[in-house]
């Protein structure tokens, strides 16, 4: 589990570097940090328990079990802590996609994440295509498109016009 939670870390950690531009706060990473910690801990908490259960002591079992209550009232405290403040990132995270998407111009590096996001994650804008009618480049190009990044894979001929909503 530990070395499977490790890897889940370093993926994190690996993959931020695709996404920085979205994610302004430094922080992002805390989560990565943490799992990578919590690995290593379990490491060290299986240990004890292989190493308590080896010499049968009962000091060594009772410390492992306690240490098992903490975590499980730790996990407990983290699903509450993940539900209760799920919106406020929820709302984080599209208002700071918003001022990237805004800083969309087809040629600075914002804008190759941002094409690089759509297309991985075969999506369009924040929520939808219609959220790039509030945009600069939007207004600027003046021809009623998006960002070819927008279209369908499947769409050979896709313009990015939103009179092709079904191609996006």
């Known amino acids: 589990a530990a070395a499977g939670l ?18 302004q706060d430094k922080y992002a990473l805390l989560p990565a940090v943490i799992i990578i910690c919590v690995a290593v801990v379990m490491f060290v908490i299986g240990l004890i328990g292989c190493c308590a259960t080896f010499r049968e002591s009962r000091v060594g079992l009772g410390l492992f079990l306690a240490i098992i209550l903490v975590i499980f009232i730790a996990e407990v405290s983290a699903f509450v802590l993940g539900f209760v403040y799920r919106e406020k990132v929820k709302t984080d995270v599209q208002g700071t996609m918003r001022s990237v998407f805004e800083k969309y111009d087809g040629k600075n590096p914002e804008s190759t994440v941002v094409d690089y996001l759509q297309e991985q994650l075969h999506c369009c804008g924040v929520k939808n295509y219609s959220d790039w009618t509030t945009t600069q480049w939007f207004n600027s190009t003046g021809n009623n498109s998006v960002p070819l990044s927008c279209c369908q894979q499947e769409a050979k001929n896709c313009t990015g016009h939103l009179d092709q909503p079904q191609e996006l």
């Open 6 to 23: 490790s890897y889940v870390g370093a993926y994190v950690i690996n993959t931020y570097k695709s996404y920085d531009n979205f994610l």
